[in-house]
Each structure stands twice: as C-alpha cells, then as structure tokens.
C-alpha cells in the first residue's frame, strides 16, 4: 500500500520557521520525485518544490524568492520542506506527492502518481 504522509504543520508567527516531512512507504523511492504543493481557501493549488530522489536535483517556484529548502533522506524515504521567513500568505494546507520519474532526474512534472494528507500552516500576523 502506497502511503505519503504529511506533517510538520502548525500555527506560527510571521517571520517564523518550520519543518515539514513527508514519510512515504509502498513504492521504490529512487524511482521517484516528490513534490509540495499547498493550497489557501478559494485558490489554486500551487506547486512550491521537487526533488528527484534518484540524484536530489530540487526545483522551485519562483514566488518563493529562496525561503524554502526542500531535502530528503533515502534511507527513511522521507522528503523534508523547510520553510524560512514565513508570511501569512504562505498560510495554507501543504501535502506532498510522488511522480514516477521515468529514470530522469527532472521532477517538475505535471504528472502525479500518488498523494498523500495534508498538513495545515497557519502564520499569524
């Protein structure tokens, strides 16, 4: 069984940090990129970082301005989102998700292949 989950999440003031992980388990990891994505109340889901667990080439948006660093470790098939210099516009619920990479290294794929719960970010002004 195929299982991403999500957690880390949690109420923090502006300008403040935290760690989100995405366990994952039932799928060969290497083969994989996983993605963040997070989406706000009545907006669009937005993409924010991918790795490639085969290499560990990451993407990110661009809004992002370098304030998240996304890592994983592969001997717990565990992708980390570290999140810097919150702002309450990053307020949102924040899951991953894994794309079979087809023995590429690029994960910025529109293509999902598993999802898991997410993780609720809330930042107070």
């Not at 996983?34 to 809004?63: F, L, T, V």
């Not at 794309?99 to 590429?104: A, E, K």
Request: charged letters at 20%; one cysteine or more.
């Amino acid at each position: 069984e195929v299982q991403l989950q999500a957690s880390g999440g949690g109420l923090v003031q502006t300008g403040g940090s935290l760690r989100l992980s995405c366990a994952t388990s039932g799928f060969i990891f290497g083969d994989y990129g996983i993605s963040w994505y997070r989406q706000a109340p009545g907006k669009e889901r937005e993409r924010i970082a991918c790795i490639a667990n085969n290499d560990g080439s990451a993407q990110y948006s661009h809004s992002l301005k370098g304030r998240f660093t996304i890592s994983s470790e592969n001997a717990k098939t565990t992708v980390f989102l570290q999140m810097n210099s919150l702002k309450p516009e990053d307020t949102a619920v924040y899951y991953c998700a894994a794309t079979d990479l087809g023995g590429s290294n690029w994960c910025w794929l529109d293509d999902v292949d598993y999802r898991g719960q997410g993780t609720q970010v809330t930042v107070s002004s």
